[in-house]
């Protein structure tokens, strides 16, 4: 099942994208065995969008049909890494075939834009700026890869 990042505002080099293509790149290493992967990204611009609801709705076009989708939210459900594994294990033995992880902009996101959702995640309840959640969110994918695959990288 490959993994989707899609998210409002473009990283340039920098710290936050080695760490992005780090885990991505392990992510491609592991993720197959087990039939996750790869780790994608995908970026709009969010300059054109005058309002939440337009940047949500252009990054709602983002998703793929049949894909799972799951938003970025501090309104979100706080998972451990365990549940997020088992989340995305389950999906991809239903059969799903991507998954979605929507990051959205400075106003956060519109949930109208993306009918029902299939979860909504949070990183706790603090605000993160959205460079740092892509960042930890890479990392917990890659976590949850390491997870099914029996990697000693997660530590209970």
Do not use: N
């Not at 592991?30 to 790869?38: D, E, F, Y």
């Not at 309002?51 to 979100?76: K, M």
């Not at 995305?88 to 075939?97: F, I």
């Not at 994918?141 to 099914?148: E, F, G, K, M, Q």
């Amino acid at each position: 099942m490959q993994m989707r990042i899609i998210a409002s505002g473009r990283l340039k080099s920098g710290p936050e994208r080695e760490l992005i293509q780090r885990y991505s790149e392990r992510v491609r290493i592991r993720g197959p065995k087990i039939a996750l992967g790869p780790l994608i990204e995908t970026e709009i611009d969010p300059k054109p969008f005058k309002s939440r609801p337009a940047e949500s709705a252009a990054l709602a076009a983002q998703i793929p049909s049949g894909a799972a989708v799951i938003l970025l939210d501090e309104r979100g459900k706080a998972l451990t890494s365990r549940e997020l594994a088992e989340t995305l294990a389950r999906w991809r033995d239903e059969g799903k075939r991507e998954t979605c992880f929507i990051i959205g902009g400075a106003d956060g996101l519109d949930a109208k834009a993306f009918g029902k959702p299939d979860m909504m995640v949070s990183f706790g309840k603090a605000v993160w700026p959205h460079m740092l959640v892509r960042v930890m969110l890479a990392e917990q994918l890659y976590r949850a890869v390491s997870i099914l695959s029996g990697s000693p990288y997660h530590r209970d």
